[in-house]
């Protein structure tokens, strides 16, 4: 975990080093040019010469170093012998200016650094519209991304909310904006922009959580399509009274999967590619061209197994589906091409 960042806030990707490493890399290269006009002195003592007793030590040499990199210069010690101001002229000054350019450079960048975080936040910002929010970034909410991604998602409509910095900084590196913080409150989702948003998707640990999450982010969004997962049957019914469109009971699908798998393997094995996304079989959702309006669903092109009206899902065999209408949209199977 990067120690320069804060409990919360956005974080983009590809970011430079932190402000706290470039502190620590040139304090190690302000030491270095100390050492070095230390060692400088020290195999000339006797070129130097102490105003209150004459002699210079080891540790008069390392004092000397000190007021000297620094440009304090109290002007008691000084050298004498030519090979010393030599030295002083040739190696001193040049490690003195270095010295003072780390120290100028160190402040500008750690500014610089700052103030590159802060424009680019600011330029993500007043760009971030109908994107996509991912609350929890673990096996659930990669997936998620993953299937965005195929399905020609690009990855700066997606940000990733989670309260561990670990996770967030694994978005970050597979190219995703991520803020760090607990998506029950409003504060941090604010800072995903899911007021802005067109589609929000929960993927975290516990029932609860989601129930929170998923009633925090209808308030601020009413108009978003919420996705959340549970993995409890038993709490399908609280998530969507807190708001949720569609809610994916894990434990009952993975459950109703090994079921099938062990009566038809084939069956479990054509549900196992739907799931995944331009690999053999994949179902797909359009709306109804007009050509197909008033057609039965059986009749329009492709393989349409449902209708989606007015957000119910009518199986192709209803009755309903006997003649399809504007604004309705199908649901159909579709063979990727290679």
Known sequence: MRDDLPETGV??????????RAVLRRVLYACGALAAVFLLVAVDLDGYKDSY?????????LYYATVTVSTTGYGDITPVSPLARAIN????????IVFLVILVGTTLEVLTQRTRENFLIQRWRSGLRDHTVIVGYGT?????TRTLLENDRAKESIVVV???????EEANADGFVGVVGDATRSEVLNRAGVRLAKEIIIAVQRDDTTALVTLTSRQLN???????AVREAEND???????ADVVITSSDAAGRMLGVATQSPAVSALIEDFLVYGKGLDLTERPVRPHEVGKAAIECDGMVIAVVRDGEIVPYADPRAASVREGDRLVVIHVPQE
Request: aromatic letters at 0%.
């Open 162 to 168: 989670d309260p561990r910095a670990e996770a967030i």
């Open 222 to 228: 009413p108009s978003a399509t919420i996705v959340a």
């Open 53 to 61: 007793d004459g002699k210079v030590s080891l540790l008069d040499a």
């Open 11 to 20: 974080r983009l990707p590809n970011l430079a080093i932190s402000p706290i």
């Open 89 to 96: 002229i040739v190696a001193v000054t040049p490690l003195r």
């Open 140 to 144: 659930k909410g990669r997936a998620a």
């Open 237 to 243: 019914p609280l998530v969507r009274q807190s708001g």
